[in-house]
């Protein structure tokens, strides 16, 4: 197969401020309101640019492969990691129906999913509803000739899924609580006291976000004053966090936040802190994720950071997998898990961060071959 370079020039993920949990941010919970539409593809030229070099002419796309990329509710993420499968389809010039759960239960998903199998859909990219419930369902697709990956969450192990794309959740909130204690130590703070926002907390990656950030903190010497959850839409977000920097200001040091909506929630809440205190000590802030929300208090330093993940990487790089696995290649063994990259985002990469992901993503990309899956025999 041969290879071509992508160029692409995020100019920016823009976010509707949908509602909902999302279980690989170390949210999630099924009290998530119905799905939004897909975003507008409109402005994709917009947002991709590809850049061919030494290219005979298009990708090699699998006979008979028809592609589907399912999310199981609705979440301002799913919008960003969109703009990768889009990139895929203009790229191979082939359609991937894009399905939308609207209430991230097991139930719904094996419905729809089901539906589509019987429609010919036979790659398939699925954020998993639950990781055991989401086996059962894989294991028919899989015995139906379907190929199964899974983004964003994994399912249980052992899976039928043939891989795992996604955040290395303990290890990425392991690195935005030190950058956070990082941050405070060079502002002045020894130890300190802070908040711990996070998802749901009957969400599985909600309880590794906690126990991780926990870890480090105590490690550190850093004292968690409360930890703050299941705020499932930005409005219940920013009362929560309002009430809770309200009730600690006198001691408050600096918060994380390991998921997307408490981000954006607790950014507005120090933003009219700070414009109504002139002289209101700086609270450190280490968020999740970003939108233009986030990137803009980053610039005009409301907070300090945020931990990107690489949502580009969970878009594109699922369907490039499908695509070989119908051209008959099969995984490595021990290749289960495919980590995208992760970072701190701040005042020193802003306006770059996106296309540093983007390109690790398509470094990888280029090691499939190699690294990643076997040939056809």
């Known amino acids: 197969m041969k290879k071509k370079r992508v160029l692409l020039i995020v100019l920016s993920f823009v976010l509707a401020l949908s509602t909902g949990m999302f279980m690989v941010a170390c949210g999630g919970g099924n009290d998530s309101p119905p799905a939004q539409p897909p975003s507008d593809t409109s402005n994709i030229d917009e947002l991709v640019e590809e850049v061919v070099a030494g290219d005979d002419g298009g990708k090699t796309v699998a006979e008979g492969a028809k592609f589907l990329w399912y999310q199981a509710g609705a979440h301002p993420f799913f919008d960003e990691m969109y703009k990768g499968v889009q990139a895929f389809e203009r790229e191979y010039g082939v359609p991937v129906m894009r399905g939308v759960g609207t209430n991230w239960t097991q139930g719904e998903e094996d419905q729809l999913i089901q539906a589509w199998a019987a429609d010919g859909y036979n790659a398939m990219s699925i954020f998993p509803a639950d990781p055991a419930g989401a086996n059962g369902l894989y294991s028919e697709l899989v015995a139906q000739g379907v190929a199964v990956i899974n983004f964003g969450a994994t399912t249980n192990m052992p899976t039928d899924a043939s891989f795992y794309l996604g955040t290395d959740i303990p290890n990425c909130v392991d690195q935005a609580a030190n950058a956070l204690v990082d941050v405070m130590e060079a502002g002045g703070v020894t130890g300190g006291k802070v908040l711990l926002a996070i998802g749901a907390l009957g969400d599985l990656n909600a309880q590794k976000c906690k126990e991780s950030a926990e870890e480090v903190f105590a490690a550190r010497g850093v004292e968690v004053l409360e930890v703050i959850s299941d705020m499932s839409q930005p409005d219940v977000a920013q009362k ?41 000590k700086h609270i450190f802030f280490i968020g999740r994720d970003t939108n233009q929300i986030c990137l803009d208090a980053i610039k005009d330093g409301t907070i300090d950071g945020t931990s990107s993940q690489n949502a580009f990487h969970m878009g594109y790089s699922p369907m490039v997998l499908l695509n070989y696995l119908k051209l ?41 071959e190699s690294d990643v899956l076997d040939p056809p025999r």
Do not use: C
């Open 328 to 368: 008959g290649w099969t995984p490595k063994a021990d290749a289960y898990f495919q980590y995208g990259a992760h970072m701190i985002v701040d005042n020193s990469n802003v306006d770059t961060f996106n296309q540093a992901l983007i390109d690790l993503t398509m470094n990888w990309v280029a090691s499939i």
């Open 240 to 280: 929560k966090m309002s009430d809770a920097i309200a009730a600690h200001l006198s001691d408050l040091d600096g918060i994380l936040s390991t998921d997307t909506n408490p981000t954006d929630g607790t950014i507005p809440v120090l933003r009219e802190l700070y414009e109504k205190n002139p002289g209101q």
